[in-house]
Each structure stands twice: as structure tokens, then as C-alpha cells.
């Protein structure tokens, strides 16, 4: 018997450890196999195949039985995802995770999305990709927040030009310091009301505008077609899953990187249920998994553990590893671990219909509109209410056919007036950050088999 589990060790011993298949462990998964090392990435969920997984990417709108609106089956078992504004409809749903089936307790309201398959929420994201800057680094120190950063800007500026060439990032040189430029593709066109406001918001505020940096390929380089990439195809189908690989993923991107090696292990499935700590070498050595099909207990060990399962699930998985040394959980001598969420805030926004331009009109459906950086607690302008500030993302569209839905009218003459186009608006939602505050946290209940946040 113990020379079974001598060999058992041996078999499932890698060079690496990644814990979690999304943003994060794809990437980590594609350096470490790139540098050699055999690599075993853990994922908790069910495996998709790119892109052939992708089960309505290329369905018409009559061929849904609910016509993407979400049905009430999927309103009561998604329901986090549905208030959040994600809408798990029957174009996407596949790809969000059953919050009925997957619970969490909830002490004041949090929307927790997740996304448990290969490539995690790497496949819904919003895409939208800015630098920080060298006054994001100091902001913590300059403003007593939170602890502050451990590097500057200059220290990984190169380590972000170096990810944005492999993802792809269309956008526009500015030299701005409030959002420094990235490693650009071609940037996507303005419509004419786009450029209207982008001067009139210079000219009357003195107030900066530029085009959406999105990590969508405008002109598809050859470190993304060796992958099988493709230029962006202005479908507006992103949450279906780019058969294409016009948008990054780690489905589309790190993962296939990954594989080309031959030195990656996909194990899905598979639940990281606590990091093995070893008490005499003082560092963690494995991870014990949980089969969430037929429940049986494996254990990996490696050198090198990443958990990128998501600042949730990597803290749940860090408190839930707990052993002589570290009775509070992996790490969590601070008290610290599952403290401190911090999200965005959203829904806070305008719209406005804009007079003329009837003559324009745009083909497709560009992936990304207008960015307003911040302008708020940047140069002269100085706020005593909040510290910080927020950037906006928007733009313009034309309405077509389907603003009718909601128009009195009918016959052939009410048809044939949804045959032009409509009237165009603008419309743009605020984002900004929320600080740490040790208050806002998730934690393990000691007796339910769910997460907690309050």
C-alpha cells in the first residue's frame, strides 16, 4: 500500500498548478508551459471547446424559442446574473453559472457573477481595457488608503505592453496621463455624431473623449492568426461565444497557446477544495480536489500553486485551507483574506436623441463606443465629498425595426415606417472605483455548504 501511494504521488505531480481556467490561470497556464514546466490547470466546471462549443453564435433571432428574452425558468435559477444586468437568455445562458444550484448567503445584496466552464468569465467580459497610470499606484499612499502598491507605474509599464500585444487592443495613441496608451491595433471609426460630440465636449467643457480600448482584434497580427484568431467580425453576438476569436479569451487566446506545447493538463470538473500545507517544509505542496461528478478526493502536488480562480473563489479556497500552522486559513494570519471587495459601480448614467445626421447610418455592429476618462480630482479640479474620480463609456446608435415594440401603430403603413431608420441618441454609464473597507467581505459559513458576503 505505501508503495501505491509512492507511485500515485509520482503520477500526479507536476511542474505547476493552476487553479482556475479564466483571465488569470490562462495566462499563467501559457507563460509556465511556455518556459517549459508541465502544467496542470484545474477547472471547476464543465469543458467547452472552442469553438465548436459555441452552440448559438450563429442562430438568427427566430430560431430562440423566447426570442432572447430571458424565460422564467431562467429568472429564478440565474436570478444574481439577472439583477446584475447579464441576462442569462437562452443566446448566452449556457455560459453563466445556475446561482439555484450554486447558492451563496447573502447579508446585503451582491451580485456575484461566475462563470463555471473552461475559460471562466473570460468569456463574457466587457472587454474594455485601460492602463492604470502612475497616479492610480500613489493614490493609496498620497491618500492614506487601503496600503500602498508595491511597484510603480515604470516597473510595469513593459509587462503591460508585452500582454496587450498577445491579447490585442484596438485604441487610440492620445498621450493622456489620465489613461496611458497602450500597445494599439488600429483603433475603430467614430459614427459622424460621435465626432460632433467628442468636439463640442472639448470645445464647451475641455473635457477629454476618445474611442473605446477594446480587446477585440481590429487587424488580426500574426501572434494572433498562428492561434487561429480572427479579425473582429461587428456581429454583436460576444456573449454567445466568437467562433471567430475576434474578441480575447482564454478559450481563444492563453489556453491554445498553452496546448501548442504539449505540456498542459486540463482537469475539469474538478473543485479545489483546500491547498495541502505541509508543516515541516512550511509551504503549500498540492491542492486536494473534489470530483463534482462522482465526488472522489484526488490529490496534486507541484512546486508552483497559482490560485487565479476569481478574488472569491481564491479567498474561499484560502480559507477553506487550513492546517496547525494557519488555523484561520492559508495565509490569513492578517484576518485579512475575504476582506476589502472591491467592485465598480454602475447603472448611473444619460441619454439624449441627437438632431440630424439622417443622412449616416454605419454597417455592423463595432464591439466598443466612446470613453470619457476621468475628470474628477484630476488637475485643477478638486472634490472635498470623495476622493478619486470615475470615466464614462457610450455612444451613439440609430434606432431601427425594433423600436417599434414599444410604438402605437399598426398595418402597412405603421410596417413601412420601421423600414427607415429611426432618430440617433447617446447615452453613457459611469463607472468608478469602490475603496477597500475591511467591512465589505465574503467569508465561509462553519455549517452551510455555501459562501457568504456582507
Not at 10 to 23: E, P, T, Y
Not at 150 to 163: G, H, Q, T, V
Not at 172 to 201: C, N, R, T, Y
Not at 350 to 368: L, Q, V
Request: aromatic fraction near 12%; hydrophobic fraction near 35%; charge should be positive.
Amino acid at each position: 500500500m505505501q508503495e501505491f501511494n509512492i507511485n500515485s504521488k509520482k503520477a500526479n505531480r507536476f511542474d505547476a498548478i493552476v487553479v482556475g481556467s479564466g483571465m488569470t490561470g490562462g495566462i499563467a497556464a501559457k507563460e509556465l508551459t511556455q518556459k517549459g514546466m508541465k502544467v496542470l490547470m484545474l477547472e471547476r466546471g464543465r469543458e467547452v471547446k472552442h469553438p465548436i462549443d459555441y452552440d448559438t453564435a450563429n442562430k438568427n433571432p427566430w430560431d430562440f424559442e423566447h426570442r432572447g428574452k430571458v424565460p422564467i425558468n431562467s429568472a429564478e435559477e440565474y436570478w444574481s446574473n439577472n439583477r446584475f444586468g447579464t441576462l442569462a437568455n437562452e443566446e448566452a445562458g449556457a455560459f453563466f453559472t445556475n446561482d439555484k444550484q450554486n447558492p451563496f448567503i447573502e447579508k446585503r445584496p451582491f451580485d456575484w457573477i461566475r462563470a463555471y466552464h473552461t475559460g471562466g468569465k473570460s468569456m463574457h467580459w466587457g472587454r474594455q481595457s485601460y492602463r492604470w497610470g502612475q497616479h492610480d499606484f500613489e493614490a493609496n499612499a498620497k491618500e492614506g488608503v487601503g496600503i500602498d502598491w508595491p511597484l510603480r507605474y515604470e516597473d510595469i509599464a513593459p509587462w503591460y505592453s508585452y500582454i496587450e500585444k498577445f491579447v490585442g487592443i484596438s485604441g487610440q495613441k492620445e498621450g493622456w496621463d489620465v489613461i496611458p496608451d497602450s500597445d494599439f491595433l488600429p483603433p475603430m471609426s467614430m459614427l459622424p455624431p460621435e465626432v460632433h460630440f467628442k468636439d463640442a465636449v472639448m470645445k464647451k467643457l475641455n473635457r477629454k473623449v476618445t474611442i473605446g480600448r477594446i480587446a477585440n482584434l481590429s487587424q488580426a497580427q500574426p501572434i494572433h492568426t498562428a492561434l487561429g484568431r480572427a479579425s473582429c467580425q461587428y456581429r454583436n453576438k460576444c456573449s454567445r461565444g466568437c467562433p471567430h476569436g475576434g474578441y480575447y479569451s482564454s478559450m481563444a487566446g492563453a489556453i491554445p497557446a498553452a496546448v501548442q506545447t504539449k505540456r498542459l493538463t486540463i482537469r475539469h470538473n474538478s473543485i479545489a477544495a483546500e491547498l495541502i500545507y505541509d508543516e515541516q517544509k512550511q509551504k503549500a505542496t498540492g491542492v486536494r480536489v473534489i470530483d463534482q461528478i462522482d465526488h472522489s478526493v484526488t490529490e496534486y502536488f507541484a512546486k508552483i500553486i497559482f490560485v487565479t480562480a476569481g478574488s472569491m473563489n481564491s479567498a474561499a479556497l484560502l480559507l477553506n485551507s487550513k492546517s496547525t500552522r494557519f488555523p484561520n486559513g492559508l495565509g490569513n494570519d492578517s484576518d485579512q483574506v475575504g476582506r476589502n471587495l472591491m467592485d465598480h459601480h454602475l447603472g448611473s448614467g444619460a441619454t439624449a436623441t441627437i438632431e440630424g445626421f439622417e443622412d449616416d447610418y454605419y454597417f455592423g455592429s463595432r464591439p466598443t463606443g466612446l470613453y470619457i476618462p476621468r475628470f474628477r480630482n484630476w488637475g485643477t479640479d478638486k472634490r472635498k465629498d470623495y476622493l478619486r474620480g470615475f470615466g464614462y463609456q457610450g455612444g451613439a446608435s440609430r434606432s431601427g425595426w425594433n423600436r417599434g415594440v414599444g410604438m402605437d401603430g399598426f398595418g402597412a403603413d405603421f410596417k413601412k415606417s420601421l423600414t427607415e431608420p429611426g432618430s440617433w441618441t447617446i447615452g453613457f454609464g459611469g463607472f468608478g472605483e469602490i475603496l477597500p473597507d475591511p467591512n465589505n467581505r465574503m467569508y465561509l459559513d462553519p455549517e452551510k455548504k455555501t459562501s457568504g458576503a456582507s
